[in-house]
């Protein structure tokens, strides 16, 4: 593993994700945020099959700084329980890596 983490989320509109993915971002959370849409989602919730457009939010990260990473995305999501995945990198370009610790502030 290398300390690095694609994170998923998935937005209800794409003024929220452009939102997410500004905050984290200017708070050195990520050092990347990409998102694109609308897709089309099903899914059950609350014990129905239920259908949604959304937004995909992918960000990059050092898996440390998920934990504040979560937090701020819960604080900012419109979603009761919002999809936040953190996916391990298990090898990236060097290059690539080195840029993502010098864009995400350090752990506290």
């Known amino acids: 593993m290398t300390g690095y983490v694609l994170v998923f ?6 003024d929220e994700a452009a939102a997410i ?4 971002v200017d708070q ?18 609350q014990g129905e ?8 939010l992918v960000l990059k990260t050092q898996a440390a700084r998920f934990p ?11 979603y009761e329980t919002p999809e936040i995945l953190a996916v391990p ?11 993502i610790d010098t864009s995400v502030a350090p752990a506290p």
């Open 49 to 56: 099959r239920q259908g949604a457009t959304e937004y995909p």
């Open 28 to 45: 050195r959370l990520a050092a990347c945020a990409s998102f694109s849409g609308p897709v089309q989602s099903i899914y059950w919730w």
């Open 89 to 99: 990198v298990t090898a990236g370009s060097a290059a690539y890596l080195r840029w």
């Open 9 to 14: 989320v998935t937005c209800g509109s794409a």
């Open 68 to 78: 504040e990473l979560e937090a701020t995305i819960r604080r900012l999501h419109s």
């Open 21 to 24: 993915a500004r905050a984290v």
